[in-house]
Each structure stands twice: as C-alpha cells, then as structure tokens.
C-alpha cells in the first residue's frame, strides 16, 4: 500500500474530506436490528453450542473484550432463534444499553474468526443491535469510524436514562457519517487492522512473560532451582537437598526468617485533609500505589522530623498494610508517605532489597487471607510481620534471583512502552486516515 497528504478536500458540513468522498446520514446505510430477547434462565454458564454475545464481550469503547468469560443459551432454545438474532463473520453490532457511566453505549463489536470459533451459532442480546448494510459497504471499515474518538463523542451524547443508558435510534439513524470509495474502506480498515495485530502480538508477548515469571517466582523462591554466577554467568540447578522447616522444605544452607526479622518498618504521617495543598512534596497514598494516574494531594507545610523519617524518594521500597497489601518499589521522584504505608528499610546484612520486594509479595500473597483482620478495610497488624515467614538464601543468590526476576519485568516494561507508543500511533493514523488528510492508495 502506498500513502498520500491530501490537498484538494470540498467543504461539508461536517468539515472538509476529500472530493471523491461523500456525506451519508447514518441511517441510509444501515438498518438495525435488536437482538435476541432473553430471561436470565435462558443463560448458561456451561458451554453450549449457541455463543451468546452481550455488551459484557465488549471492552468500553469498542471491540471485543480481552480474556472475557463467554456466556452461553441453553441448547433447548436452538430450534427458537430467529436468523434475524444471528450474527456472522463481519458482522457490526452496536450496543445500545449502558448500566455504566456511558462507557459502552454506541460502542461497536466486530464479529471476528475469533468469536466464531466460540460457538456454532453466534446470537446477539437485546442491549445490541446488527447494523444491516443497506449497500456495499466495509464494516471492518465501519466498526474503525465508531471507534474513533470523535464518533464515540457523538454517540455517546445521544443516549438518554438515568441509572441505565440508552441509544436513541431515530437521532444515530441521523448522524451523518462519510463514505470514501469502497476500495479506500478496505484499505484503510487493513491499515488499521495491521496496527491492531501488533498490538495483540505484544499483548501475547506480555502474557507469556508473566508467565515465565510466575513459574520462575515459583522455583526460585523456593529453592526449587537455584542460581549462582559462575565466571560472570549466571547458571541454574536444581535442587535435590532439603532441610525440614516450620515454613516446609527449603534448601539447606538457606535459613527462615519472619518479615520483621529482615527490615525496619515506619509508618506513614496522618495527614488530615487540611494538610493538603496544591503543591508541595506530593503525598503517597494508598490509590497512588494501586493506580499511577490517581492525582496526587500535595503537603507544603514545615517538615518535622516525623515527616523527614517518611520521606522517600526513587530505589525506595515501600509496604502497604491497609486495605491493599504489597511491596512496591517506588520510582515517581521525591514524595512523603501517608499513614497505612510502610516505609521499608531492609537490613542490609541479611537481605536484598530487590529480593525483599519479590520475595515478600509472593510469601504475603500466599498467606494474606490469613493474616488480616478488620472488616470494613482489611488491614494488617504491624505485630504480624512477625507470624510472616519467608526462606532467606544467602546474600549472593539474594541478588542472583532479583536480577533474573528484574530482568523478566524490564522486558515486560518495554512491551508496555511499545504498546503505549503503538496506540498513540494508532490514534494519530486514524485521526488522519477517517479525515482523508492522508489517504490510502493501491
């Protein structure tokens, strides 16, 4: 395929495209139909022969779910559906039910190969409807255009309902939509659709490494497998001695030591809302931890030295007690702590910080539901660091495991860069691409 900067564009009223596109109302080139009415006893969980499609298969602004757990009819109802309630290979649907936030409401789903493989009859629910081409047209094409931020803007506004949203059809039927030449649908729906199987290929990419890491956390944190460095390498065996130990088998020569026999642990400050500022040394709270893109509170007042003891800044390692538990490894610049987090000073002669951070989340995850108490908020009690245990190899393999461990998540972490740098790219294509601002020739 080759690519153009368009320069000749006609004037329209929803701004300009090029001259050999035109300006077609929704409604003259589909038709809907609503899908399959249902009870709740018509759904299965066991899998049937009928793949049952909701607005649950979609993800909230288009396409189909990732890892989504498939809901099925059951079979007594084969002989009752209509052909109408049947999608295809290539088929659009929209949705046009929403019981969140409006999140979902207009967004589109493609019937792919991949949904077909779920079951030899596809029948789409009521809170979706099949967009029927009234003429030849791309719906790989179609399904891109109510993806496209603008459309989803649009769409969005057109739904009406307070607890549940939903699409008025007589005002989409009016939108108005363009329609390049059928060849150019095809072509820029390929475009895209490349950019979304490299997308898909790193997405594999990341779940195969989160795997190995599973696997490898599992074997050596254990002892199972053991890794030393031999001539600047790092070689692994496995382990065929074992010593009996409170916590189970662990190779011998390793020790067992409780979480508070390998570190110092202090508590965040208590800020009160009225500590708050809008600028400042950010304060780190526990939603800070568990979500990088919640805004941080601020704290501009004098600092004592309880607020020094709890500042951190970047290589620094912290532990959660309250309501979310976990090591984390702090890397968003200088900031304080707030209470319900730990600041984590190991004891460097006993263990590696790097190894706490693994070691300690995957003994903590095993033991959690046992070692907390409340009910409101879950928390965990500083005295039981002590009832936590974890196997404690010698210093040298401490830091061999957190460096295989490290090297698993700086390979996920590029993944995770390149995905962010393809969907920005993503997004900038389609933003030129639908415009006609660049077109896609043969």
Do not use: C
Request: no cysteine.
């Amino acid at each position: 395929m080759k690519f153009k900067v368009e320069t000749e564009f006609q004037e329209t009223e929803i701004g300009k495209i090029p001259k050999e596109w035109r300006i077609v109302r929704f409604g003259e080139l589909f038709e809907f139909q609503r899908g399959f009415s249902y009870r709740k006893t018509d759904i299965t969980s066991f899998q049937t022969s009928i793949r049952f499609i909701t607005i649950n298969d979609l993800e909230k602004e288009g396409g189909l779910k990732k890892n989504v757990e498939p809901t099925y009819l059951s079979e007594k109802l084969k002989d009752s559906i209509e052909r109408k309630h049947v999608a295809e290979v290539g088929d659009l649907l929209i949705a046009i039910t929403d019981m969140s936030k409006g999140f979902i409401i207009g967004a589109p789903l493609y019937i792919s190969e991949e949904l077909k493989s779920q079951g030899d009859i596809l029948v789409y629910s009521m809170d979706l409807v099949k967009l029927y081409p009234k003429k030849y047209v791309d719906t790989r094409f179609y399904f891109y255009l109510l993806t496209w931020d603008n459309m989803r803007r649009i769409m969005k506004s057109l739904a009406h309902g307070t607890n549940v949203l939903h699409l008025d059809l007589d005002l989409v039927k009016r939108v108005k939509l363009v329609e390049p030449p059928i060849g150019e649908q095809k072509r820029i729906a390929e475009t895209l659709l490349f950019i979304d199987k490299v997308l898909e290929s790193v997405d594999e990419s990341v779940d195969r490494l989160e795997r190995l890491k599973k696997a490898l956390m599992r074997e050596l944190l254990t002892g199972r497998i053991r890794v030393n460095e031999e001539n600047g390498k790092l070689v692994f065996h496995r382990e065929t001695e074992f010593q009996e130990t409170e916590i189970g088998k662990i190779p011998k020569g390793w020790q067992v030591a409780s979480l508070a026999d390998v570190a110092e642990y202090i508590n965040g400050y208590p800020f009160k809302p009225s500590d708050w500022s809008n600028s400042g040394l950010p304060i780190i709270r526990i939603q800070n931890l568990n979500d990088p893109s919640k805004p941080f509170n601020y704290y501009n007042g004098p600092l004592t030295p309880k607020h020094i003891e709890v500042l951190v800044d970047n290589g620094d390692l912290l532990f959660a007690w309250s309501a979310s538990f976990g090591f984390y490894m702090w890397n968003r610049g200088r900031a304080i702590l707030n209470q319900h987090i730990y600041k984590v000073n190991p004891k460097r002669s006993v263990i590696n910080k790097l190894f706490l951070y693994y070691s300690g989340n995957y003994y903590l995850n095993l033991h959690v539901k046992t070692h907390t108490v409340g009910s409101t908020m879950r928390h965990i009690r500083k005295s039981t660091l002590n009832d936590i245990k974890l196997p404690l190899p010698p210093l040298e393999e401490q830091l061999g495991i957190a460096e295989v461990l490290s090297a698993v998540d700086r390979a996920i972490e590029l993944y995770h860069e390149k995905k962010v740098r393809l969907e920005r790219l993503k997004k900038g294509l389609m933003n030129l691409l639908l415009t006609g601002k660049i077109r896609v020739l043969e």
